[in-house]
């Protein structure tokens, strides 16, 4: 039973038993009750487009202005920028994305964002299907990328997909290859997803597919061969090799495979040309310095874990003058240290690190967010890719 009181209180009567769990799980989260409050009840209010309240102007670190309002931050075709005048291109590529995740590689297909003061300009992609099985990452992803995620298993769904598309993208689950992970490898119950996008390009027959995989898979010839073979078993020249994504622009220094596989009447594929060598990487100093003095802020994800150093993994601390290391997915709050201050890197600065423009909210709690944004391709290296594949269909400017 909820009242508001005079103050502007709201008094919540809750069951004992349901108040014990809620706060068992904050405290895993490092969350105040308030603060989660707060979070949750503003973002339901955007959901529903009325704002409880005009939020006031917030300022980081170096005096820019965060966004203020929810129309601001939400616009009908989510956060980028003048999608609708930019429209440059004279043709679209409808997109079909798989294991979207919170939208990491889609947003960078679709571009139209700011990050480290730059713009990746908006490209001809327009997203027309993806799916996540993490309900949590499609709220994240339907909130910036102004399309639905269906949220359900790929195998569940994967006879509604639509019939056609141009592209399809997807980073299948990589648990099973992963170093860090039980190693079943490609014929494992998570790895072996990538049959699902075998299948879906079967059906879909678009002109140019991409799939993301950790380093790992290079390293495991029989595995590699099993999904190369598989991809050119739909005759497609299939392109793969490794991108590091600090020579792109990514203050962090990600190793991840990508395979590119182009139609007949598709140009083949010639990965983008790196942008930076090691001695120009950008630094995680020049990432995430102005968020020093940012006080905690759950409705920008600035909130960091406060898990204990860990005797197994994630006691690294960052170097001011260098990339960030690989943002991890299952680091289980053993997320890196900051290089100055005493306390883990918060979400945004791990946002920051993979690329993500503040603009991109993560609808989520701490240990969701760790998640996606650890799963995350970084945006702008997806955007580079992108750009690289425009050239391949022939894509022409107005
Ligand atoms: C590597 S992440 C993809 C990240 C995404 N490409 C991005 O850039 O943000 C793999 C995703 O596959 C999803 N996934 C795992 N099993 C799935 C299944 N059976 N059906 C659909 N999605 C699944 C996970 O929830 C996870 O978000």
Redesign the pocket.
């Known amino acids: 039973m909820a009242q508001n009181g005079k103050s502007g209180k709201i008094v919540v009567n809750i069951d004992p038993e349901i108040k014990r769990r809620l706060y068992a799980a904050l405290s895993i989260s490092g969350i105040t009750l308030k603060d989660w409050f707060r979070s949750t009840a503003a973002a339901y209010c955007d959901e529903q487009g009325q704002p409880l309240h005009s939020k006031a102007t917030r300022y980081d670190g170096r005096g820019r202005k965060w966004p203020s309002s929810a129309k601001e931050v939400w616009p009908e075709d989510g956060i980028m920028e003048g999608i609708k005048q930019s429209d440059n291109f004279t043709q679209k590529y409808r997109v079909v994305?798989?294991?979207?995740?919170?939208?990491?590689?889609?947003?960078?297909f679709v571009g139209g964002f700011q990050v480290y003061g730059r713009r990746y300009s908006k490209l001809p992609f327009e997203i027309i299907w993806a799916?996540?099985?993490?309900v949590e990452?499609c709220k994240t992803?339907r909130r910036n990328l102004g399309h639905d995620a269906v949220s359900?298993?790929?195998?569940?769904?994967i006879d509604r997909m639509p019939s056609s598309a141009d592209v399809l993208?997807?980073?299948?689950?990589?648990q099973d290859i992963s170093v860090n992970g039980k190693r079943a490898g490609v014929n494992g119950r998570?790895s072996g997803?990538y049959k699902?996008m075998v299948e879906a390009i079967r059906r879909i027959k678009p002109r140019v597919f991409v799939a993301?995989?950790v380093k790992a898979l290079l390293n495991h010839k029989e595995w590699l061969r099993q999904v190369v073979d598989d991809f050119e078993s739909l005759e497609y020249r299939v392109n793969y090799q490794l991108y590091q994504a600090a020579d792109y622009g990514v203050p962090q220094t990600r190793e991840r495979v990508l395979f590119v596989g182009t139609a007949a009447d598709v140009e083949p594929f010639v990965p983008p040309t790196p942008e930076r060598s090691a001695a120009t990487w950008m630094t995680a100093e020049e990432a995430i310095s102005d968020l020093e003095n940012t006080e905690r802020d759950p409705q920008i994800n600035h909130i960091w874990s406060l898990a204990n150093a860990s005797p197994e993994q994630g006691n690294r601390r960052l170097v001011q003058n260098r990339p960030g290391y690989t943002i991890r997915?299952e680091c289980h709050g053993n997320i890196h240290y900051h290089y100055r201050l005493p306390r883990r890197i918060s979400m945004r600065e791990a946002a920051r690190l993979q690329s993500f423009p503040d603009k991109f909210v993560f609808v989520s709690g701490l240990r969701e967010t760790e998640?996606?944004v650890g799963?995350?391709?970084?945006?702008v290296l997806?955007w580079h890719v992108a750009k690289s594949i425009l050239a391949s269909l022939g894509a022409s400017e107005k």
């Open positions: 994305s798989m294991f979207s995740g919170c939208g990491g590689m889609d947003l960078g799916n996540d099985l993490n990452a992803y359900g298993d790929i195998w569940d769904l993208i997807g980073g299948f689950p990589c998570r997803l699902a993301e995989n997915a998640r996606q799963n995350a391709v970084p945006p997806a």
